[in-house]
Structure formats: C-alpha cells, structure tokens
C-alpha cells in the first residue's frame, strides 16, 4: 500500500504506458487510480454526478498523444454498485476540462454499451448503443478525426459502432475513466490487459 500511495501522490505509473490521473469535474469524494504492476491491472475509482451532457465528472488515467491510436482493455465493475449507471470507460478527449470534446466506449452498471461523443466543448453529448449487453473486453481507435467503438465477449460476434466525427487537435488525451454516476459515492472498475497502440 505504501508503494500504490507513492505513485498516487506522484501520478506516476512505472512500467505502463500512462502519464498520470486526475479527477476531472466536479467530485465531492474524489477518486483514484491504482496500478498493480504484478498483474498489469489499473484500479480506477471514481466519483462524479455522471459523463454526459454538457459536463462531465469522473477518475481519468491518461497519456498525452498525437497522431491515431488505439486503446483496449479487459474490463469489470468491482462489486454490485449503487447506481445501474456507473460507468467504466475507454475514452480519448480534447482536454481535461469538464466540457472537453471526447468520444468514448463506455459500459454501464446494468450492461448496457455505447459509442458516446461530445462533438465540441460545452455541447450535449450524444450516443450510439452497441448491440451487446455487459462485455468483457472493449476498443476504441482514433483515425484523424474518425472514432470507432468495439465491445465483445467470449465465443460471442464483436459489435462495432461508428465511425462518428469529433474534431480534435493534436495532442489528445486517452486513457481510462470510471464514474459513480451518484456523487455521494465511489465506484471502482478493473482494466486488465491493457494496449496503446499507434498507427
């Protein structure tokens, strides 16, 4: 424990491809990210009223880019949770403000998967549900300003959604985001066999 409260106070994370984390928003209880580097798992947690709208709030892990990429991980809710809209998210955005232009995937608490983008800052953001209920493993590729969503699970067809048109300028941000979707509370999400991987 000693060691995980070194590298959070640090926002350093030896041995992975992240930069740092940041609550970004509002987050009356704010939340936090772990990395295991035994396992390779990061242990997001996060609070914030939600990542919609016009204004987002939520634990952000992330590495500063240029150029397309692509982001994927395994992924899991740790334990019930309070709200069937906590969210676990893949996400790639212009800036670390709350009203930053972002597309990302993201799973809810009750399974449900969607591509969701914000077009420009302070605009409401918008989503396309993915046909697939509680996934195990998802992606998001950046391709200029092209962002694509897969969600898939084991033995079961992957579901692709997109492209769909955000403008950003170089660099970005991507990484990884948990949100309670209850700001009262923290909720946690497991990434494990995480990839960042260029062009």
């Known amino acids: 424990m000693k060691l995980f409260a070194l590298i959070l106070l640090l926002g350093i994370f030896p041995g992975d491809p992240f930069d740092?984390?940041?609550?970004?928003?509002?987050?009356?209880?704010p939340g936090s990210t772990e990395y295991d580097a035994r396992t390779h798992q990061y242990r997001v947690t996060g609070g914030g009223a939600n990542m919609w709208a016009k204004q987002d709030a939520f634990q952000y892990v992330y590495k500063k880019i240029s150029g397309d990429v692509t982001l994927s991980a395994d992924v899991q809710f740790l334990g019930k949770g309070v709200e069937k809209h906590r969210k676990l998210a893949l996400m790639i955005r212009?800036?670390?403000?709350?009203?930053?232009a972002y597309a990302d995937v993201a799973l809810h608490g009750d399974g449900s998967t969607a591509l969701q983008y914000r077009p420009s800052a302070?605009?409401?953001?918008s989503e396309f549900r993915a046909a697939m209920v509680s996934p195990t493993?998802?992606?998001?590729?950046r391709r200029g300003n092209e962002f694509t969503i897969s969600a898939s699970d084991a033995g079961v067809q992957p579901a692709t959604v997109g492209p769909v048109i955000v403008s950003m300028q170089n660099p970005v941000y991507v990484g990884l985001a948990a949100c309670s979707h209850n700001?009262?509370?923290?909720?946690?999400?497991?990434?494990?066999?995480?990839?960042?991987?260029?062009?």
């Open 94 to 100: 212009q800036s670390l403000t709350p009203d930053s």
């Open 122 to 125: 302070g605009v409401d953001t």
């Open 183 to 199: 700001a009262d509370v923290l909720e946690t999400a497991i990434f494990s066999n995480v990839k960042l991987t260029g062009k």
């Open 20 to 29: 740092g984390n940041e609550n970004v928003g509002i987050n009356p209880k």
């Open 137 to 141: 493993h998802l992606s998001i590729t």
